[in-house]
């Protein structure tokens, strides 16, 4: 290895350009190192094209000018070797036996470019400097997809209970197909994130992941938000528009609250499932689009179908493949975990250490109803870290109506006052919760007359509210 005897006194305020030579003669080289360092690049030369290769896989220079014919390795192989080992490396190929042949074959390799010996400074440093900001911009490229990936990813899907695991095997079965999908269930409960991961688990996970809610967008927009708009189609129309539909082509697209989109959509959005056509707002010439379409909807379709407020052959095309999201009052096991990882992702984004979550506060997460689903419990966390002063989340941080909910939003409807879907420590809490909160409203927050009625010492009650958190205020007439 040959280097330049002399460290580099300035540091500039843009770094040098890091340049590696190989060629197998000693004289060659020491005197490309001279050249270069002269034109303001750190340089480093080899001899020993193996020894070169092992230097740039450790450190990675910006450009490799190597030698096309060398005894131990050919400028080819090295050049090969390295595109294996470092991609974005860009490599100039020098010679002092230039052929046609040799130079397509050199860039065909992937090489940069190719240069004959002997050179003209001024040429060589450009075609170095050129090198060298393609390398930038191959790795800034780079960069920016892995952050478009990054977002793109959907956010894991938590939860260990046995509802959750068979979502996810149902998610995994149906991922690979091209059908359509109707996502369903309350709001809150992740049917954008469902859509998001059945994408990433399909062939289409390179294409685009386009969603656009129905219900947010007025009716007079939605069709050119939809399908797109030619120029001059309606007034304020100034360009050419593409729309959601067309911008997902090769990709996913996903409606959200299909319920809410107008009859007249409708007959266009079952043309798109049809006919894989679509023509813009204000045109005439159609366009083949490739989509797969998954749509979600928290109403009664089947009931607005009844009510002649949805098309039954959309509805049809769209109900291929159905998946009923669970409320999370019916997957308790799962709000633990989901808590704590609220905690981890906020904490993160609010950039303050990671807190715990005492014992008490999480039994009253887990008692509560979520009438708002798991959108309710990542507001709760999130808010409750805003406020928090400690580093324990303890049950007077979490809001009121969480520690103390009315009676109805501890009570599933339909299982006897109590989630029969719960460990039976939590359905018994949540059952001591609901009887002690019924008594106290009965007795208008008197603790010696609801202990009365339930047969106990009124020191037992006023031991069993403290544990439940309750506050005797919310009961009081």
């Keep these: 290895m040959i280097q330049s005897p002399l460290p580099m006194v300035n540091t500039p305020a843009i ?9 197998d003669e000693p004289n060659m080289c020491r005197i490309m190192v001279k050249l270069l360092e002269d034109e303001g690049t750190q340089a480093t030369a080899f001899t020993d094209p193996q020894e070169a290769l092992r230097a740039i896989e450790q450190h ?24 294996a080992a470092r991609e974005t490396v860009e490599v100039i190929v020098m010679t002092a036996y230039g052929t046609i042949e040799n130079a397509i074959e050199t860039l065909k390799r ?40 990054a977002v793109d990813t959907p956010s894991p899907m938590i939860g260990s209970s046995q509802p959750m695991a068979e979502l996810r095997d149902l998610i995994r079965k149906v991922a690979p197909a091209e059908s359509a999908v109707l ?45 797109g708009h030619e120029k001059g189609a309606f007034t304020g129309a100034e360009a050419q528009k ?4 067309e911008w997902a082509d090769g990709g996913t697209l996903f409606l959200d609250e299909i319920g809410e989109l107008p009859m007249n959509l409708q007959v266009k959005l079952l043309r798109v499932l049809q006919d894989k056509t679509i023509t813009r707002v204000g045109g005439l010439e159609e366009f083949t689009v490739d989509v797969r379409l998954l749509a979600a909807t928290n109403r009664n379709l089947r009931r607005m179908l009844r009510n002649n407020q949805f098309r039954q052959d959309l509805y049809y095309r769209l109900n291929v493949i159905r998946i009923e999201i669970p409320p999370l009052r019916q997957r308790q096991k799962d709000i633990g975990e989901l808590a704590q990882h609220f905690v981890a992702k906020h904490c993160a984004a609010l950039n ?46 979490l809001p009121a109506d969480i520690v103390n909910p009315s009676p109805s939003e501890l009570t599933p409807t339909g299982h006897g006052g109590f989630t029969v879907d719960a460990e039976y420590r939590i359905a018994k809490e949540q059952f ?12 208008g927050g008197s603790v010696s007359e609801a202990a009365r009625q339930a047969g106990m010492s009124r020191r037992n009650l006023y031991e069993k509210i403290e544990r439940l958190g309750l506050d005797l205020r919310q009961f009081k007439r």
């Excluded at 009253?364 to 689903?373: M, Q, T, V």
């Design 15 to 23: 770094a040098p350009i890091r340049v590696v030579v190989v060629d």
């Design 60 to 83: 990675p220079p910006d450009v490799v000018l190597t030698d096309l014919k060398m005894p131990a390795m050919s400028g080819l192989d090295l050049l090969r070797a390295i595109k």
């Design 110 to 149: 992937g090489a940069y470019d190719y240069v004959l010996k002997p050179f003209d400074t001024g040429d060589l440093m450009r075609v170095i400097h050129k090198a060298a900001e393609r390398k930038r911009l191959l790795e800034v490229n780079i960069r920016l997809s892995e952050q478009l990936v």
């Design 183 to 227: 996502i369903t269930g309350e709001s809150g409960t992740g049917k954008e994130l469902v859509a998001r991961t059945i994408h990433s688990q399909s062939p289409r996970c390179r294409g685009r992941f386009v969603a656009i809610n129905c219900g947010s967008i007025p009716e007079t927009l939605l069709e050119s938000e939809l399908f």
């Design 242 to 245: 593409l729309g959601k539909i």
């Design 352 to 397: 303050r250490p990671l807190v715990r979550m005492g014992a008490a506060a999480q039994r009253a997460l887990e008692i509560y109803r979520w009438p708002g689903n798991v959108r309710e419990l990542e507001n709760v966390i999130e808010r409750t870290l805003v406020l928090l002063e400690g580093d324990e989340i303890r049950i007077e941080d």
């Design 432 to 443: 001591d919760r609901i009887y002690v909160a019924a008594l106290l409203a009965r007795s």
